[in-house]
């Protein structure tokens, strides 16, 4: 792989300060080669961008997340660090995380995508996670990962911890299903009150095993399932007495 040349390079190691990780190839053996390619998105290159990376990177940033939250919380039950989980995994937390690394001033990118402002949650979100690949298999742990992750994590899970209805519990139910018996949720939504402006449009059912577990309502067809699925949530996974 071709290594990046001298000004892309001194960009990359500004990034790398900023993330807090040190130039020292002792300390922090980081691969130049799969940074730059973690920061170059399809736009710019149909066959040297970032697509593979994230694709891993996608699972680094999930068991990264996995290991802060069983570090932080650990008489926390499983079912709630999968809620926790798929908050913080979510493209808008790890969007807002790129911002503070302004990680798309390092991104080469095409002009349409540069002045694309509906796409750049999922841009910054797909770069971070490449990055977090590129870090990961530079080291081939989390090495990288943590000393700078886990500060933006601590105060993000707190807040969901204290307010639970910023949890996806959507998510959070689809990954138990799935682990417990390889089935994904199925919901039924039916539009009850036609009136746009009612709190209660929609009616939603999820089931499960051709069992239904919870049922919800809401504004939209969103809010009604996440209202179910936080039901049916609880069913299979109770909260743990105070």
């Not at 920061?39 to 996995?66: C, M």
Request: charged share 20%; glycine share 4%.
């Amino acid at each position: 792989m071709v290594l990046p040349d001298h000004r892309r390079q001194s960009h990359l190691e500004q990034l790398v300060q900023h993330l807090g990780l040190s130039l020292s190839p002792q300390i922090h053996p980081i691969q130049w080669s799969l940074l730059d390619l973690a920061l170059i998105h399809p736009t710019a290159s149909a066959t040297q961008n970032y697509e593979q990376l994230e694709f891993v990177g996608d699972a680094v940033v999930r068991l990264a997340t996995a290991d802060f939250l069983r570090r932080t919380y650990p008489e926390a039950r499983v079912g709630e660090l999968a809620a926790l989980r798929s908050v913080l995994v979510s493209d808008r937390t790890l969007a807002q995380i790129a911002e503070v690394y302004s990680l798309d001033r390092y991104l080469i990118k095409s002009n349409s995508a540069s002045h694309d402002p509906t796409g750049i949650t999922t841009r910054l979100a797909d770069a971070l996670e490449a990055v977090m690949a590129a870090l990961y298999l530079s080291s081939q742990d989390l090495s990288l990962v943590h000393p700078w992750l886990d500060g933006h994590l601590l105060p993000l899970a707190e807040a969901i911890r204290t307010d639970p209805a910023r949890q996806n519990y959507k998510a959070a139910l689809q990954e138990w299903s799935q682990a417990t018996h390889k089935l994904r949720p199925h919901y039924q939504v039916t539009e009850t009150n036609p009136t746009h402006d009612a709190l209660e449009r929609f009616t939603a059912e999820v089931w499960i095993q051709d069992q239904c577990l919870g049922r919800g309502t809401g504004r939209s067809i969103k809010a009604a399932q996440q209202a179910a699925a936080q039901e049916a949530f609880f069913i299979v996974n109770p909260p743990s007495p105070p």
